[in-house]
C-alpha cells in the first residue's frame, strides 16, 4: 500500500502510479487498494486530478494517462534538487560528443528547478551549455536515436560496425536490449542480440557508421537482467566464458586513497604487514580495467592473472624504451 499523508500527496501518488502501469491502466478499486482509500474517495480524486490538467482516458472500468495532453508536476525538496544536479552533470559528463536531446533536457530540468532553487537551476543550465559548445556529429546523434526507437519499440535495427579488434567493417542485424553510458572514455554502449555472431553482444555507439530501423520485431527474453549481466564487467564488458580473478597490490603510500572508494561489487581488501594492500576483484574482462591500473603508476603491482601482468609489464618495458631508459633493441 502506498503511504500517503495527505489528499495532495495522494494525487501525486496516484498519477505516478498510473505512469507506472500505463499499458494495462487501472481501475477504481485497484487505486483504492493501493491508497487505503475507498472507491467514493478514489473517484472523487480523479475528478480532480482531471480538472488539474492531468489527462485521463477511461477504457472500460480501467483508467490510463493521455500522454498527449499530460501535464507532470513535480514537488521537491532542496536535498532532492541536488540529487538532479549531480545527475544533470553526470549526464553532461558521460560522453564528450554533443547530443541535443541532452541539451533539451538539461534545458527543461533547468526551467522546472528555476522556482525552487534558482542557484541550482543555473548551474544545471550551464551544464546544458557546455555539451552545446561541443562540436556535432550527426551519425552519432542518429544512432542514439534510432537505438532508442528501436529498444522502445521492439524493433531491430541494421547497422554498420567498425570494429576496433579487427579494424573491419561489418554489416548487422542487430536487437537492442539495454543502453548503459560508460564511465570510461566518454563512450555509451548498447547490449543486445547479434545476429551476425548469433549471440549477445556490447557494441560501442560510437563505433555505428550507418543505422536504419527495421520492421522486423523481437522481444527481451525473460531471463536478460543487465543488472546482474554488468555485475562482473569494470565497465561493460564481460565475457561470455566466465569471470577472472583480478589481484593487484597497491604500496602502503595509496592504500587509504583506496580504501576511500569501493571500485567493484567483488572487490576484497587484504592488509600486509608493510602496510600494502592486496585488492582482488573479479571481473569479466581486464580490458577497461587496464587504465584504471596504469593510473596508479609505480604504486600498483599486478600479481595475477599472468596474462594481465605479462601485458602491463611489456607496457613499461615500452615506456622505459620510448624515454631512452633502455636501448630501443634490448627486450629483455
Known amino acids: 500500500m502506498s503511504k500517503t499523508e495527505t489528499r495532495y500527496e495522494r494525487l501525486d501518488g496516484i498519477e505516478r502510479y498510473l505512469a507506472r502501469h500505463q499499458k494495462r491502466g487501472c481501475t477504481t478499486s485497484e487505486l483504492a487498494r493501493e491508497f487505503g482509500v475507498d472507491p467514493d474517495t478514489i473517484r472523487r480524486d480523479l475528478n480532480l486530478l482531471e480538472a488539474r490538467g492531468t489527462g485521463l482516458i477511461k477504457e472500460g472500468r480501467r483508467y490510463h494517462l493521455d500522454h498527449r495532453r499530460i501535464i507532470h508536476t513535480m514537488k521537491i525538496s532542496n536535498d532532492e534538487a541536488l540529487a538532479l544536479y549531480m545527475a544533470a552533470r553526470l549526464l553532461s559528463r558521460h560522453s564528450d560528443e554533443h547530443n541535443p536531446h541532452v541539451v533539451s533536457a538539461l534545458d527543461k530540468l533547468s526551467d522546472a528547478l528555476r522556482s525552487k532553487s534558482p542557484l541550482i537551476a543555473d548551474h544545471i543550465a550551464r551544464a546544458a551549455a557546455a555539451v552545446r559548445e561541443r562540436p556535432v556529429r550527426r551519425e552519432y546523434v542518429e544512432a542514439l536515436e534510432v537505438l ?11 547497422l554498420s560496425y567498425h570494429s576496433y579488434s579487427k579494424d573491419e567493417m561489418t554489416e548487422r542485424l542487430f536487437a537492442p536490449y539495454f543502453i548503459e553510458p560508460s564511465g570510461i572514455g566518454y563512450a555509451c554502449y548498447v547490449i543486445g542480440f547479434d545476429d551476425l555472431r548469433g549471440k549477445l553482444r556490447t557494441l560501442k555507439v560510437e563505433r555505428i557508421r550507418t543505422i536504419r530501423l527495421t520492421d522486423e520485431q523481437f522481444a527481451i527474453p525473460e531471463e536478460f537482467d543487465p543488472i546482474r549481466l554488468l555485475a562482473s564487467a569494470w565497465g561493460v564488458i564481460w565475457r561470455d566464458e566466465g ?15 583506496l580504501k576511500e572508494s569501493v571500485w567493484h561489487v567483488s572487490q576484497r581488501l587484504e592488509d600486509c604487514p608493510d602496510g600494502s594492500c592486496l585488492f582482488s576483484v573479479r571481473v569479466g574482462s581486464t580490458v577497461e580495467m587496464k587504465p584504471w591500473i596504469r593510473q596508479w603508476g609505480a604504486a600498483v603491482e599486478v600479481l595475477a592473472p599472468d596474462e ?20 630501443h633493441k634490448e627486450t629483455h
Open 148 to 158: 532508442t526507437q528501436g529498444w522502445a519499440t521492439g524493433r531491430k535495427v541494421r
Open 243 to 257: 569471470t577472472i580473478e583480478v589481484i593487484l597490490r597497491f604500496a602502503p603510500q595509496v592504500v587509504r586513497r
Open 308 to 327: 594481465l601482468r605479462a601485458e602491463m609489464i611489456e607496457e613499461v618495458r615500452a615506456q622505459a624504451r620510448l624515454y631512452g631508459l633502455i636501448p
